[in-house]
């Protein structure tokens, strides 16, 4: 040889390229590696295969104002004759020379008309069916004190943090079960599946099966002398062997994000041949998902540098971390301790993306579990609430309302990546120095 | 580029240079203990050019001492020097060495070739640089015809070539081999102790791990002994067994008739003692080996006996061992 | 007796003697010939021969009693099970043991707070922690902590290196090389990861429910009443037991390291069982906790023991998943053991 490599920090990229290019190839000889990705995908596929059960089930039509049925039995449903003016309790009492409209027309009339992005103190609403409009005094036409008639009026409520929504009745209160219900179930199935099924459990269970073993494994089975016996820094060996991880494993997560995109994208719900919203979302759930088991493979491939028995402590994490996806997720993303784990940060990018793809989420799920005013009072507890919307609980376990961080969702969404990066390099230097300074067998 | 604060050698501020004053390996009284038990006790060696035989039954430290050199370990005490720098935590040194490990354990599911090249790219090699050199190394050690099959379908004695092919990938100043004929057949032995010849003619320094003595001095003469963590001897495997005369020897004459053979061995003063095994073999106890290697000839052709060979029966490492340390094994 | 497995040899009384060398042929003879051989092996020797000298081979067929099989699957048994109390048979990690004496005191807790409560006469808190049907329910199926923290993280533990090690260690040709059948090999291996979780977590819900008999004095017809029930959440354990240890030692047989096994089994466990809360939440079909284990088993003990279902597919459904869960890893474990390869991997 011409020239040598005097120096172990000449020729970075060599090393580099040679150590990842072997690690990927060593994953394709194991079949535990095909193992878990093919189970992964097995997985998810049941998941998609039940939503595309609950796309082909509609959600049925509920007449929640009960003005389809004609209570007079004189042909005429009692909206047709709230409208004209007439008794709808009387027999004799029909509006004349107007033909009586079929029941199903009364049914679902009177949607959802909320354009406002943030609803927070304001006027929404208009009366479609014009049952509140025909009321008789001023006073009737604004129950809710807002000076404005037939509105409904949306309140943010800073001490329980929750939205209150007063109606002046009458108004958007028949809304089209399907129309939402289709599209809450949407957003709750790709939130529900990126948050749990992709963020979390991808997340967690490849770096478990693929990173733990990455350096014991050559430690323990006597390999690992080759690599140590070579011009080359043991953090070095410990990053590029990650490098060689995230080489099987990223484009594993992306590919995976991008086929569930394209199915739910063009199978979803919506006037559009393809949901161009909920791109920027799956990119969200892609990139957090491939930080978060970077963080977690760098992690449990330190422990298992630390400790023969470091799948012990693998495990533990695993709890720990399972018992935060928990926390994030009932708390609406507004906890402060979720910020103590890795998946807390990878949950609130995606809420943060959630904040910027979908921005009327929030109001979606507040309108949903309100329902259109139709209420019942619990014979258990005695507390009045709202009759939801079907899919409106699930979409609301799902989504965050907050990312937790009282910062705009973009600032959010890159603060969040960036924690998980710089856990991802701690966990890397932590792991480089047990390693630099370990006695090897 | 990376924040690896106690390495030495850095490329930004200071290229690591081998120290050619120094010997290329040497131990300065290294002690290494695992617990309670001592290893390595004060060691002290210095080693340069040659191919040099660590020889010590199992246990003796040899392992250990190679550890100690390939940064694994961490001695105790003393002070472990590769070409003058220190290998724990810096495995700068390593672009000069070759290491083979006693582990069988490879990747099995590499090809011969795809082995070493990887490997040798750790060495800051490109690819193409990398292949040629590992089409040089296999063809040095003869494996050039299965150099694309799988090492999990190669002999034993082939994956010792294959390790062996990779420790010299880097065209290394320091080679060390740790027990590399171990489990191998007569074939591979003979390959191996040709390949490690040859690496000592080329003028490298090299250092091989054995616990049997005939196979290290079919390579060597130069040898080191350990028992129990020291050096109990140190120098040409001759010059060694001529210091031992003080102890008895043990020569075997196979000849005709042992009873000629014995009146003429008898006028060699040095001879103390002589019995027959039975009547073509004769035993002869001596306090001077060397005298008496070197008399017996004479006698022989002198005598007009028939011999049809000489062996040491007890010249192996177990019985220099056992004289070297007075019988307590 | 009567039929010889070889063709017999006719006795050559004088096969070694002085002049023979130790060339291991004498020996074996010895060690396989109980009655005669200990007097034969004495008179090997060490000698040096002139020529070659090529043996006789003689095969002599072993005349020693071989006791019944069920006391050489004992011995495996007891070799695994004792391994946790005691040196001398076969090593449990530290950390195994240490984990295991941590839950068996962690799933004691109620027995602790029961008997607290009980004795300080707080009534209202007694009734919280006492022996009813719902705590015994929840001290063997409880999720959180007992089905995700302790019991499963003990079978994993278990089941860990249990065939795999074997086999990576060369162990397992040590047992192979007895007289003893792969399926009585994998059979005992089954049993005791399964009795040390049955004692594990029976074990605990006895002591939980005789403790309260005898410290609070309850008489014959709250014995009566409860009863029954303890019975059920007892045969409740055994299932939780067996599948746990099912699906753990199949995974086991077909895996490598020690690794894999364990984190195998948590991930099945933890990830049909998200799956299956995915589904649920979304689309309000709780059908797909049929292919989780710890949900099928719950939804049978919720059915056996009679607390309120949380499930609302018929429970049937969950049984059948439950036979053909297990069913699935037996076949996998007893297919994987009788192909299995004794070789040093």
């Not at chain 1, 990842?20 to 095909?34: K, V």
């Not at chain 1, 097995?42 to 929640?64: K, P, Q, R």
């Not at chain 2, 501020?13 to 131990?27: G, H, R, S």
């Not at chain 2, 079919?218 to 001529?242: D, F, K, M, W, Y």
Request: hydrophobic share 45%; glycine share 8%.
């Amino acid at each position: 040889m011409s020239s040598r490599m005097d120096s172990i920090w000449s020729k970075l990229d060599r090393k580099a390229t040679a150590i990842a290019e072997f690690t990927i190839r060593q994953y394709r000889t194991r079949i535990s590696t095909w193992a878990v990705m093919i189970a992964g995908i097995l997985a998810l596929s049941m998941l998609v295969l039940f939503y595309i059960d609950g796309l082909n089930t509609e959600f049925e039509a509920i007449d929640n104002d009960g003005d389809s049925i004609d209570h007079d039995s004189d042909g005429y449903p009692t909206g047709q004759e709230i409208i004209e003016g007439t008794d709808p309790f009387s027999a004799q009492s029909f509006p004349v020379g107007v033909t009586p409209d079929p029941a199903s027309k009364w049914i679902n009339e009177d949607d959802f008309d909320w354009d406002a992005i943030e609803a927070n103190d304001m006027s929404q609403g208009y009366d479609d069916d014009g049952d509140c409009r025909t009321r008789t005094t001023s006073s009737q036409r604004d129950q809710n004190d807002n000076n404005i008639e037939c509105d409904v009026y949306m309140d943010w409520n800073i001490y329980t943090q929750e939205h209150t929504i007063y109606s002046d009745g009458g108004v958007d209160e028949d809304p089209d079960e399907n129309l939402y219900g289709q599209e809450a179930q949407h957003r709750a199935f790709v939130l529900g599946i990126g948050k749990f099924g992709i963020v979390y459990m991808l997340g967690i269970m490849l770096p478990l099966f693929l990173a733990t073993g990455l350096i014991r494994e050559e430690m323990s089975s006597g390999t690992m002398h080759y690599m140590l016996a070579k011009p080359i820094a043991r953090g070095e060996v410990l990053l590029y062997r990650m490098i060689g991880y995230i080489g099987v494993t990223w484009p594993y997560i992306m590919s995976i994000c991008l086929v569930l995109c394209l199915i739910t994208g063009f199978a979803g719900p919506g006037e559009s041949i393809f949901r161009w919203s909920d791109i920027g979302i799956w990119m969200s759930i892609s990139l957090s998902a491939m930080l978060v088991s970077l963080v977690y493979g760098t992690i449990f491939c330190g422990f298992g540098i630390l400790w023969k028995n470091g799948v012990i402590l693998a495990l533990l994490l695993g709890v720990w971390e399972l018992g935060m996806a928990f926390v994030a997720i009932a708390s609406g993303g507004d906890s402060p301790i979720k910020f103590f784990s890795v998946i807390g940060w990878g949950l609130t990018l995606v809420d943060s993306a959630t904040m910027i793809f979908w921005p009327d989420n929030n109001t979606l799920i507040e309108v949903g579990l309100w329902g259109g005013g139709q209420s019942v009072t619990s014979w258990f507890s005695g507390e009045e609430r709202f009759v939801s919307l079907p899919a409106a609980e699930a979409l609301s376990t799902f989504s965050g309302s907050t990312s937790g961080l009282s910062l705009a969702p973009w600032a959010s969404a890159v603060t969040a990546s960036l924690v998980l990066i710089i856990q991802a390099a701690m966990s890397w230097f932590i792991g480089q120095i047990v390693f630099k300074s370990k006695e090897i067998d | 580029m990376i924040p690896d604060l106690t390495q030495e050698g850095k490329a930004e501020t200071k290229e690591w240079k081998p120290d050619l004053t120094a010997p290329v390996v040497m131990f300065d009284r290294v002690s290494k203990s695992y617990g309670r038990i001592n290893a390595l006790s004060g060691v002290s060696i210095g080693i340069s050019g040659g191919v040099t035989g660590i020889l010590g039954l199992n246990g003796a430290g040899k392992s250990t001492m190679f550890k100690l050199m390939m940064g694994k370990l961490k001695a105790s005490s003393g002070a472990v020097r590769l070409f003058g720098t220190d290998p724990w935590k810096n495995p700068a040194p390593y672009s000069r060495i070759g290491f083979v490990p006693e582990h069988e354990k490879l990747h099995d599911w590499m090809t011969a070739f795809d082995f070493i090249v990887t490997f040798g790219r750790l060495h800051g090699m490109t690819r193409d640089e990398a292949s040629k050199e590992a089409a040089r190394v296999l063809d040095f050690v003869s494996l050039t015809d299965v150099m694309h099959k799988k090492i999990g379908q190669f002999s034993k004695g082939m994956r010792q070539r294959v390790k062996i092919a990779h420790a010299l990938v880097n065209d290394p100043e320091l080679i060390i081999l740790d027990e590399p004929l171990q489990g191998c057949d007569p074939l591979a032995r003979t390959t191996i102790m040709n390949v490690i010849k040859e690496l000592g003619r080329m003028g490298r320094t090299v250092l091989v791990s054995s616990h049997i003595l005939h196979e290290i001095e079919r390579i060597t003469e130069q040898i080191v002994i350990l028992h129990r963590g020291r050096v109990l001897a140190l120098g040409n495997s001759h010059a060694i067994r001529e210091m031992l005369d003080q102890h008895p020897h043990k020569i075997l004459l196979e000849c005709d008739k042992a009873r000629n053979l014995a009146k003429s061995v008898m006028d060699i003063n040095e001879v103390t003692g002589m019995s027959f095994v039975n009547e073509n073999q004769l035993l002869i106890e001596t306090r001077h080996l060397g005298a008496v290697h070197s008399r017996l000839p004479k006698v022989i052709v002198d005598g007009k006996h028939t011999v049809k060979g000489i062996d040491n029966p007890d010249d192996d490492l177990q019985s220099i061992l056992v004289y070297l340390t007075g019988g307590f094994l | 007796m009567e039929e010889e497995p070889f063709e017999p040899v006719k006795e050559k009384p004088e096969t070694y003697g002085a002049e023979t060398p130790v060339t291991g042929q004498s020996q074996m003879s010895a060690a396989w010939s109980a009655d005669e051989g200990e007097t034969s092996a004495s008179s090997a020797q060490v000698a040096t021969l002139p020529t070659g000298q090529v043996f006789d081979q003689i095969y002599q067929p072993w005349r020693g009693t071989l006791n019944p099989r069920w006391m050489r699957n004992w011995a495996i048994l007891r070799h695994h099970v004792l391994g946790i109390f005691k040196t001398g048979h076969r090593p449990w990690g530290i950390p195994t043991k240490l984990f295991i004496f941590f839950v068996i005191i962690a799933s004691s807790t109620d027995v602790a707070l029961a008997l607290l409560f009980g004795l300080l006469g707080d009534s209202d808190l007694y009734s919280l922690w006492g022996v009813n049907r719902d705590n015994m329910y929840g001290h063997v199926m409880g999720f959180f902590p007992r089905n995700i923290l302790y019991y499963p993280v003990v079978a994993a533990l278990l089941v860990g290196g249990m065939i795999s090690e074997d086999r990576a260690h060369g162990t397992s040709a040590l047992y192979f090389s007895r007289p003893i059948t792969r399926f009585d090999y994998a059979a005992m291996k089954f049993a005791s990861i399964a009795i040390i979780l049955f004692f594990i977590i029976n074990g605990t819900l006895a002591l939980y429910y005789f403790a309260d008999i005898l410290v609070m004095g309850k008489g014959w017809a709250w014995l009566i009443d409860t009863f029954p029930m303890f019975l059920a959440t007892f045969a409740c354990g055994i299932l939780l037991a067996f599948t746990y240890t099912s699906i753990g030692l199949s995974l086991s047989s077909v895996s490598r390291g020690r690794f894999f096994p364990a984190i195998g089994l948590i991930a099945i466990l933890m990830g049909t069982r998200t799956m299956a809360y995915i589904i649920d939440t979304l689309f309000d079909k709780s059908i797909l906790y049929v292919i989780s284990p710890y949900d099928a088993v719950a939804h049978v003990c919720q059915a056996i023991i009679g607390t309120e279902m949380t499930y609302d597919h018929p429970w049937l459904w969950s049984l059948a998943s439950v036979v053909i869960i297990n069913g699935l890893a037996l076949y996998l474990l007893a297919g994987r053991v009788s192909s299995l390869e004794v070789t040093r991997e």
